[in-house]
């Protein structure tokens, strides 16, 4: 087996994409690409320190800058493109987290409306030892401090969406997007069902660490330098973001309200055992019923993102998605763009 192509990306300032659909390729490149890339955060690297309220220093609907997106040769509907992050590490020595007003599952927001003041903007500064893995809570309100361990993420993958649609790269959905999934970690393999000629792959927004639900509506937010490998599955499709880690299968669901995306992932769960693992739908509908775990992962977003998931131990012999899952991994362990992260669970 050649050697894979590695392409390194660092995006200078304006050569973002804020939206999924609608913005050129940056690149264009094959099935087995690694891309080395560096992510800015969601503020576009804007809230530096306790001072710069987001009101002030951001510009709405510029929040979310995405690297890419990449045009992937061979991808047209009804193929699914799988992505392997191969590492996730924070790129600075900071991150930053804040309220935002109207915005958040705890306060009131323009689609659930209440005659209460919003609450005020505040921000957090978290100091990363990334040397050992972990993020500093800093109360701003007492001289509490507390030490966390890191668990970096990607709060946003996503491939151009069906019918024309061009989507804020704020909204999660079918095609991806900003599902604020904590399981989006080193170590998985995401597959997205490819909607336009070429896919056009985006990612970012990054979280040093995020609570599952992500309550106020923003996670420790950092720059990362991220690996992933990036390979096609032709003629499979893929109806909403599933994750596979060495332990779990994954699926998600992006709607509102948010028991509609609890049972799109559930419902895209038990198809996908079905068809993967041989089993009927009554039957892998029991079985996820009794084995299924369901962490929520946003619950703040335009469309909140619910996640199905279950032990493969559990599970009869089948190969999701082909075995590529297995495959990336091991491609992973021999990339000269350093070691990969350990095993997701």
């Known amino acids: ?81 799988a992505v392997h992050f191969v590492s996730i590490r924070p790129a600075r020595d900071w991150a930053a987290s804040t309220t935002v007003p109207l915005f958040g599952a705890l306060t009131s927001t323009h689609t659930t409306a209440t005659l209460q003041p919003p609450l005020p903007e505040v921000v957090w500064m978290w100091q990363l030892d990334r040397a050992r893995g972990t993020c500093l809570f800093s109360a701003r309100d007492s001289d509490i401090e507390i030490e966390l361990p890191m668990d970096p993420m990607h709060g946003t993958v996503g491939v151009a969406p069906a019918n024309l649609e061009v989507r804020s790269a704020l909204v999660p959905d079918a095609h991806g997007g900003n599902m604020d999934t904590p399981e989006m970690r080193a170590g998985v393999t995401c597959y997205l069902g490819v909607n336009v000629e070429g896919a056009m792959l985006s990612l970012g927004d990054g979280h040093a660490r995020q609570g599952e639900g992500e309550t106020c509506g923003v996670a420790v937010e950092c720059a990362m330098n991220t690996v992933v490998i990036v390979e096609l599955l032709k003629g499979v499709a893929t109806p909403w973001p599933r994750i596979e880690s060495d332990t779990h299968i994954m699926s998600t669901g992006s709607a509102r309200p948010l028991e509609d995306a609890f049972r799109i992932s559930q419902l895209d769960l038990v198809q996908w055992l079905n068809r993967d693992y041989g089993l009927s739908e009554l039957d892998a509908y029991q079985l996820v019923s009794q084995a299924g775990e369901a962490p929520l992962a946003n619950v703040c977003d335009t469309n909140y993102t619910c996640v199905a998931k279950i032990r493969k131990e559990w599970l009869p012999a089948g190969e999701p998605h082909r075995g590529l899952h297995r495959h990336l991994r091991e491609t992973a362990t021999v990339l000269p763009t350093g070691r990969p992260e350990p095993a997701a669970s």
């Not at 300032?13 to 690409?33: L, N």
């Open 1 to 81: 087996m050649s050697d894979p192509r590695i392409l390194t990306v660092r995006p200078e300032k304006g050569e973002y994409a804020w939206t999924f659909g609608g913005a050129p390729p940056v690149a264009r490149i094959t099935p087995g690409t690694v891309l080395d890339l560096f992510t800015e955060d969601c503020f576009a690297g804007r809230v530096r320190s306790e001072k710069d309220l987001v009101s002030e220093v951001c510009e709405f609907p510029f929040l979310n800058p995405q690297t890419g997106p990449f045009h992937i040769e061979g991808a047209e509907p009804g193929d699914t493109l």
